[in-house]
């Protein structure tokens, strides 16, 4: 640490893409006792988004923008040219947040202190591109933010800095997301400080108890009924609200969100059968338990509370969502 304590200002280049990223960033430029100075800023290239495909710049760009930063948007930053601009920049250190590119030794070496993550995560457990929600759809009570030394291999470093938070009963991804995102950049400032002034023992991460939370498939949001009811409710949770979990209703997709687990107790009805409708919410069977949603959203249409949603359904009581797309 003795070459960090020398650095009484760290020269960053700050790398990140999605809404996760913007309250480190935010943190970085606005802190009343920041020590720091943001040289520049990486984020992934725009993309076509919507049904226009119109060309849409990442989140962190806009902001980075606001602070009149420069930008770099490399394809890959395995690219040798963008390793010169880095060279050429000269940062003392490469701070990451959700930036959707593991970055190469070759990267990592050119500033002297190397790079810093922010991942949301007790690492290492749930290491990969999509830790919050795997962590609801485990089922996990608690959770945290790790700041780790980056490494060639994915979410590998050594931890510098690591704090736990409780998951609340109704968390569901965008809630712990925002929490999270805050918490990080909250950390990120701590653990510079503590950098700088020679607090850090870095621990190495047990391979042994690693955990993986891969990128998420169109599969893994479909429900399977014949899981309990709180193995469900977790799925609904950890992808609400997006990509959403999902079942069929008369051939055509339905979303599920806001569930609630009435019962633990197995049920003698097929499961995915409608159990009863109220404003309330859609009671439904499943292998263990039963389940209350009380927002929905089919196919084409918006998301509804039951109560509205119910206003144009009639005789879903007795009906059985499926896996698959019906004939009905």
Same mark, same amino acid.
């Given at each position: 640490m003795s070459e960090e304590t020398q650095l009484k200002s760290y020269r960053i280049l700050f790398f990140g893409s999605p809404e996760f990223a913007i309250p480190s960033l935010r943190a970085l430029m606005e802190s009343p006792d920041r020590e720091d100075k943001v040289i520049g800023v990486v984020a992934q290239p725009d993309r076509p988004k919507g049904r226009g495909r119109k060309l849409t710049p990442p989140p962190v760009k806009v902001l980075a923008q606001q602070y009149n930063l420069p930008v770099y948007q490399p394809e890959t930053v395995k690219d040798p040219a963008f390793l010169k601009e880095v060279e050429k920049i000269a940062p003392d250190l490469l701070v990451v947040a959700a930036f959707g590119q593991i970055l190469p030794k070759a990267l990592l070496e050119i500033p002297p202190l190397g790079g810093i993550n922010v991942h949301p995560?007790?690492? /290492?457990?749930?290491?990969?591109?999509?830790?919050?929600?795997?962590?609801? %759809?485990? =089922?996990?009570?608690?959770?945290?933010? @790790?700041?780790?030394?980056?490494?060639?291999?994915?979410?590998?470093?050594?931890?510098?800095?690591?704090?736990?938070?409780?998951?609340? /009963?109704?968390?569901?991804?965008?809630?712990?997301?925002?929490?999270?995102? %805050?918490? =990080?950049?909250?950390?990120?400032?701590? @653990?510079?400080?503590?950098?700088?002034?020679?607090m850090l023992a870095p621990i190495p991460q047990d391979d042994n108890l690693a955990t993986y939370a891969p990128k998420l498939k169109k599969e893994d949001a479909l429900i399977d009924w014949g899981k309990s009811a709180q193995e469900i409710a977790n799925l609904i949770r950890g992808l609400d609200p997006w990509p959403g979990a999902y079942t069929y209703l008369n051939g055509k997709i339905l979303k599920l969100f806001r569930p609630q687990v009435i019962s633990l107790t197995p049920q003698d009805i097929s499961p995915g059968t409608v159990l009863d409708v109220n404003p309330e919410g859609i009671q439904i069977a499943t292998k263990q338990g039963i389940l209350v949603v009380k927002e929905v959203q089919l196919e084409g249409r918006k998301r509804l509370t039951v109560r509205e949603f119910i206003k144009g359904q009639s005789n879903l009581i007795g009906k059985r969502l499926g896996e698959v797309r019906s004939k009905a």
């Open positions: 995560s007790l690492l /290492p457990k749930y290491r990969g591109a999509a830790p919050i929600n795997w962590t609801l %759809i485990r =089922g996990e009570t608690v959770t945290g933010v @790790t700041i780790m030394r980056l490494s060639p291999r994915m979410d590998s470093g050594d931890i510098l800095f690591q704090r736990a938070m409780f998951i609340e /009963p109704e968390d569901t991804f965008g809630s712990l997301h925002d929490k999270l995102a %805050i918490f =990080g950049a909250e950390m990120l400032l701590e @653990t510079l400080h503590r950098m700088k002034r020679g």
